[in-house]
């Protein structure tokens, strides 16, 4: 991996210093500056007029009239907009059911085919999805492309388990091999004052919602049972889904002996995510799910912000524990629907624009400017690696490069933190990618009840006192399969066998 981010980084070095290329054909001829509106999910804080949107505007030859909308309810945002006729030139799209919606969309001629926009003014976009059947959805009905993935992921995954080295030194323990260590670790952590402060102030985790978006250390411990969080998985030749595979039973069964010892944090069923990451941020738990991504000094504020509270922490990355079978797995992603869309809508003025807005940030300029800023100004190079100079959430907001890097993101290669590579290392061999993406029908009736149903029993069986576990998960099995999850079962293992 070294090899790789000496790679990426001395492709900056040696790009070009000016970073506005390809002026506008437009501008040249009439001097009017060609709009493109852009609708975007907002992450971190935009600013109009930040310094990274004025080089990509640079760049491409165009002004961007840039929307960002709020990012906690952007499926619904993207769902209004899509119903409303009201349409930007060029938006992220946020599907509940990609292949239906974009063939829908594309039969309507509300949004546009992309092969040949692409194959003019997307050489870059060309080379970073290569793996056009998999990655662009190319699902509009006379076989065009029309939509473009906006994330890459080459490694499959992107997060890991930490564990903080430092208390386990303070406590001469080691890193946890499997579940039964994962428990002595855990309970030490929680009772064994390994900050040394003499308070009883820290946890072994911070809890864990096993359907719920926020991501938890229970992956880990559901993977330790046989379970891949949010993945369907052959037992006795049949597809199962994770919610209701009888290892998660023993998962929920290990949890809540932790979380009835105290190991876990108490409040997590009520902590807002606010909450929760001040606290993640704090000296409190000793192991944590963490996105890599988050592990990144020069490309996310996250690590930057623990170390501030937290500057003598140092972690580990405990592997995955092994299942009944032996067997050391971790859940990885898909290759189809994982991604937002770039779609264009067909009354768009200057759709090449928007095409080359997408092309730039392809390029190792535009991929850098979107990941870190302006060189010099926002990062330098230091030590084989990028070193960010951008230091506050007021610094991020000016910059504006986050938004960015989210909105087309060339793979995961942006890395300026060996932890980040350690972090690959670590789980790279255990990742399983999902055995079966396609959706089936009854998913569009049933899946959102079931996830409402998954969402509350699970975390009753985990935290609630003096329950029959064994009475009520055969009682939450029963409703589960009786709410449509029989149909979507049957549906799944046919498409599954048809496929082999
Ligand atoms: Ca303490």
Do not use: C
């Not at 039969?107 to 870059?124: Q, T």
């Not at 937290?310 to 290759?335: K, L, N």
Request: hydrophobic share 40%; net charge negative; aromatic share 12%.
């Amino acid at each position: 991996m070294r090899y790789a981010q000496l790679l990426f980084v001395t492709a900056l070095l040696v790009a070009p210093a000016g970073l506005a290329i390809a002026a506008g054909e437009g501008e040249a001829a009439t001097g009017e500056v060609p709009e493109v509106h852009i609708i975007s999910r907002m992450l971190g804080t935009y600013q109009e007029g930040n310094l990274v949107q004025g080089e990509l505007e640079k760049a491409v030859g165009a002004k961007f009239n840039w929307e960002p909308k709020s990012p906690g309810e952007y499926r619904q945002t993207t769902q209004t907009i899509l119903a409303s006729g009201d349409y930007p030139d060029l938006l992220e799209a946020w599907f509940a059911d990609a292949q239906r919606e974009i063939m829908e969309l594309a039969e309507d001629e509300v949004i546009i085919g992309l092969d040949a926009l692409l194959a003019e003014h997307g050489p870059n976009v060309l080379k970073a999805r290569p793996f056009k059947e998999q990655w662009y959805r190319p699902f509009g009905p006379d076989g065009d492309t029309y939509s473009i993935n906006a994330r890459f992921n080459s490694w499959g995954f992107e997060w890991g388990y930490t564990i903080r080295q430092d208390w386990l030194d303070t406590l001469g323990l080691s890193v946890p091999q499997d579940l039964d260590e994962y428990y002595e670790v855990v309970r030490a952590f929680t009772h064994d004052d390994p900050d040394g402060d003499g308070k009883a102030d820290t946890y072994g985790l911070s809890g864990g919602y096993p359907a719920k978006g926020r991501r938890s250390m229970i992956e880990y411990i559901l993977g330790g049972h046989g379970v891949l969080l949010s993945h369907w998985d052959e037992v006795d030749g049949e597809l199962v889904w994770w919610a209701v595979h009888p290892g998660t039973k023993e998962a929920i069964r290990y949890f809540r002996r932790l979380f009835e010892e105290g190991l876990v944090d108490p409040e997590f069923p009520i902590m807002t995510r606010p909450q929760w990451l001040d606290k993640q941020r704090q000296d409190t738990y000793g192991t944590l799910w963490w996105w890599n991504t988050h592990l990144d000094e020069g490309y996310s504020q996250w690590w930057t912000e623990f170390k501030r509270g937290v500057p003598h922490a140092e972690v580990s990355f405990i592997p995955p524990a092994p299942d009944p079978q032996g067997r050391r797995r971790m859940p990885g992603q898909g290759v189809k629907g994982y991604s937002p869309g770039l779609i264009i809508f067909s009354h768009a003025e200057h759709p090449e624009k928007a095409i080359q807005l997408i092309d730039y940030l392809a390029t190792d300029e535009g991929a850098a400017l979107a990941a870190f800023g302006l060189p010099g100004v926002h990062w330098e190079e230091g030590d084989n690696r990028i070193v960010s100079m951008i230091d506050t959430a007021e610094d991020q907001a000016a910059a504006g490069n986050y938004i960015f890097s989210w909105f087309f993101r060339r793979d995961n290669m942006m890395v300026t933190s060996p932890l980040v590579f350690e972090n690959r290392s670590a789980y790279v061999d255990y990742v399983q990618r999902p055995v079966i993406e396609d959706r089936v029908e009854a998913e569009g009736e049933f899946r959102a009840g079931l996830g409402g149903l998954e969402g509350s029993r699970l975390l009753k069986m985990q935290i609630e006192a003096d329950i029959d576990l064994d009475a009520e998960w055969d009682a939450y099995v029963e409703e589960w399969y009786a709410s449509g999850g029989q149909a979507i079962t049957d549906q799944k293992n046919a498409l599954w066998k048809a496929m082999r």
